[in-house]
């Protein structure tokens, strides 16, 4: 094994310019592959990240993914029945027996749950009126199942807790309405009841059309002002894994039958564009790397071409076809070794670079940071397809070294 790294080494090292070169070509090819991928993964980490806990995880509302079979259905099902004018019986909508349901939920591991009741209201202040939507939980748990309390810029939920009758809104509502903390705003709903509230916190999650929309206060407010008294139209689900949400999800619903919707089924549609975006990023970057792979097929290409008497005298001595294939793929190895162990350390600096640059879009309140993945598959990605372009690049030329004949090298045959 040594001697053939030796005359290997040999081999590169006389053509030290284009050696050079081709090897400057991995290295650059490996750290642009780190450093876009990177930002492209880090992006898309940031992206979901913000939509998990921005999200509940699953969530479970009042109705069925399927219709109700009618009566007339079950008992005659081979018959063909068609039904007309057919009116659902009218009532309160609700989960029944949810403080069970969120019992049960308690009980799973790595669960979190909480009874919801949402609904929409008109905020009346000033004689203006503003179509808000109303989330009604319990005060205390909305510190697990929310992110309320991590975007708060004024007031805390504590003092929710203190008082019932307040409310958090938005900073955008707040901003527009010129109201401030303290204030007493009236919500009047669509069964006639107006209850007055007092805002007792603002929260900021930098999306202003919920800022502008959204409004948080005790579920038992909400049920009287919507007259839904020991009612809830939803059930939120945080878990400390939430990849296993899809999963979860259906097995809640397989025991409640209720609709349990994971963040993944109500993403779908975004996840599916995150692939695409992989699928085109990964070619992109990839491309640098095959063309920087085609830097070692020529210098290999042209040190056999060179080195074919080199080669048929080796095989003279005894050295075997294989031998001499190995010898060249050990020089692609070499190359692409070095490429990779250089280029990693260039591509973390150019990742560094990125994570320096910031930026603030029309209507950021903070500067944004670009967005940079450092997980080790990052890296692994990185070296492995390169070291696999730099061996597959000196594969051709090294089967061609090896099917030399050095009875017409030596003779002076073509």
């Not at 081999?11 to 310019?17: G, N, V």
């Not at 109201?179 to 705003?185: A, P, Q, V, Y």
């Amino acid at each position: 094994m040594r001697h053939f790294v030796f005359i290997a080494l040999k081999h590169i090292l006389a053509r030290k310019r284009q050696s050079f070169v081709s090897l400057l070509g991995i290295v650059i090819g490996v750290a642009f592959f780190l450093a876009i991928s990177a930002l492209m993964q880090g992006s898309q980490n940031d992206f979901i990240a913000r939509l998990i806990d921005n999200s509940p995880h699953i969530t479970i509302y009042d109705e069925f993914r399927e219709a109700e079979k009618q009566p007339v259905e079950e008992m005659f099902p081979d018959t063909v029945i068609e039904l007309r004018s057919l009116k659902p019986q009218t009532e309160s909508r609700g989960i029944r027996g949810y403080r069970q349901i969120v019992d049960y939920l308690k009980s799973l591991d790595g669960v979190k749950a909480s009874a919801s009741l949402t609904g929409q209201a008109i905020f009346s202040f000033a004689g203006r009126d503003v179509n808000i939507s109303l989330n009604g939980m319990i005060p205390q748990d909305m510190r697990d199942i929310t992110t309320i309390d991590d975007n708060m810029v004024e007031g805390s939920l504590e003092a929710l807790i203190a008082n019932r009758n307040g409310i958090v809104v938005g900073a955008e509502l707040m901003r527009r309405q010129s109201l401030s903390l303290g204030d007493n705003i009236t919500l009047s709903a669509s069964s006639g009841q107006v209850k007055t509230y007092k805002i007792v916190g603002v929260f900021r999650t930098g999306r202003a059309d919920y800022d502008k929309s959204q409004a948080f206060l005790d579920i038992k407010r909400v049920q009287a002002l919507m007259n839904r008294s020991n009612r809830a139209n939803a059930i939120i689900v945080k878990m400390e894994r939430p990849e296993r949400a899809r999963e979860v999800a259906a097995l809640i619903e397989s025991r409640i039958r209720y609709k349990s919707v994971s963040w993944q089924e109500s993403s779908e549609d975004l996840m599916s564009t995150l692939a695409i975006r992989n699928m085109i990023m990964y070619s992109v970057v990839s491309a640098v790397l095959i063309v920087a792979a085609f830097g070692i097929y020529n210098i290999i290409s042209t040190i056999v071409m060179e080195k074919h008497r080199d080669i048929a005298i080796l095989k003279s001595m005894g050295y075997r076809s294989r031998d001499i294939k190995f010898i060249f793929l050990v020089q692609g190895v070499l190359l692409g070794a070095c490429g990779v162990l250089l280029g990693l350390p260039v591509g973390c600096l150019l990742m560094y670079g990125l994570m320096q640059i910031t930026f603030n879009p029309p209507g950021a309140t903070e500067p944004i940071h670009m967005p940079v993945d450092w997980g080790v598959e990052q890296f692994l990605i990185a070296g492995a397809f390169a070291f696999f372009a730099a061996l597959f690049a000196s594969y051709l030329p090294a089967r061609k070294a090896a099917d030399v004949l050095p009875i017409d090298i030596l003779r002076g045959g073509q």
